[in-house]
């Protein structure tokens, strides 16, 4: 990989770290309710928050880096050649792992949580029959809705590149009107909450990048302190869209001045990490199932030590982070090696690499 885009790619690292995170704290702190040190319950709402707050610094640059990565075939690369490499790859992952998550959270369910109520959780990993399960993807209810929506944001912003201009506005008072008028679907919503960030890379990415790299904070530091403000006081009337595009200026100037002064290694951690985010992607959420209802069982139990139970809650989140971050790259590589990568590319192509 270029050097240059070294710096790009650690922020795909961060961002996959904060999306497990986030699945990790979810699926475990909000299902508690017995604790036996006196710290434990603010110790957990103060996870709970921690993460909501997170919110406008995870998906939106996410979604800018990856529409910035596929400008040439947005602009320079025919439908056919698009809709093979760009579509076609992302389609099979989408498909295969969401059949995958569903088979084996319900059997995990099965076995760690048989009286668990999932009746009431729209999500394509917990549907009783393969239609429901069929129409929960289409609707982007899934715990993989960012493949999804790649797929959606890529044909969308080909189709319409021409009246980009227009169609960026359209974008962000979409962005905004979905928070005030959702669709029945959580998973459409956060699609169409964020393709605003992914259209901005893909159509604007390299103008934005060079303004973004002589951008002088301490110049113009009052301004964005002034914008800040603003940017905050919108995220507290459910208006995030200011304060994530904020969010993906400072995280892309951080990183960019960060790797100038200490230019980033291939074999660096979050390069690695960015270099296998659909692998941690599409293999953590599996993960944090199975350690959630592990420790949710545990703290039902009645005898245990309250000193041990606050530093799980304490240490939780890294413990799951470090976990689902290995697994994802091991599986990633077992699938290299042993099935040309079919886990993660169209059988064509994996055994085109075989």
Known sequence: MKEKALWINQIKGLCICLVVFYHSVITFYPHLSTFQHPWS????????????????????????ISGFLIQ???????????????????LWVLALWGVLQWQALSHITHWLAPDRDVSTSANAAYADSFG????????????????????????LCKLTSRGKT??????????????????????MNSVLRNVIYYALGAW??????????????????????????????LW??????????????????????VGRRYPPSE??????????????????????EIFSLVLIGWFSAQARSPSVEL????????????????????????????????????????????
């Open 204 to 233: 604007f990415g390299t103008p934005l990048m060079a303004w973004m790299k002589t951008f002088d904070i301490r110049r113009h530091w009052l301004m964005l302190g002034v914008v800040a403000f603003f940017a905050v006081g």
């Open 166 to 187: 227009v169609m960026i506005a359209a974008l962000a008072l979409l962005s905004i009107a979905i928070n005030f008028l959702p669709t029945p679907w959580w998973g």
């Open 132 to 155: 429901e399960f069929v129409q929960a993807m289409l609707t982007a209810s899934t715990s993989l809705w960012y493949l999804y929506a790649l797929i959606v944001y890529f044909v």
């Open 267 to 288: 074999r660096s951690l979050l390069n690695v990490v960015g270099s296998n985010t659909i692998a941690i992607y599409t293999t953590h959420r599996i993960l944090v």
């Open 236 to 257: 507290f009337v459910r208006t995030p869209l200011l304060l994530s595009l904020l969010s993906i200026f400072i995280i892309m100037k951080v990183f960019y001045a």
């Open 72 to 90: 040439r075939y947005i602009n320079g690369v025919s439908w056919r050649d698009s809709l093979g490499k760009r579509v076609g790859t992302i």
């Open 311 to 354: 530093a799980i809650l304490l240490c939780y989140p890294f413990f799951s982070l470090l976990l689902c971050v290995a697994t994802g790259m091991l599986a990633r590589s077992l699938s290299q090696r042993l099935a040309g990568d079919i886990l993660f590319s169209p059988p064509a192509v994996a055994l085109n690499r075989q």
């Open 41 to 64: 319950p603010t110790l957990a709402k103060c996870w709970v928050y921690f993460n909501l707050y997170l919110a406008p610094f995870r998906m939106p640059v996410f979604f800018f």
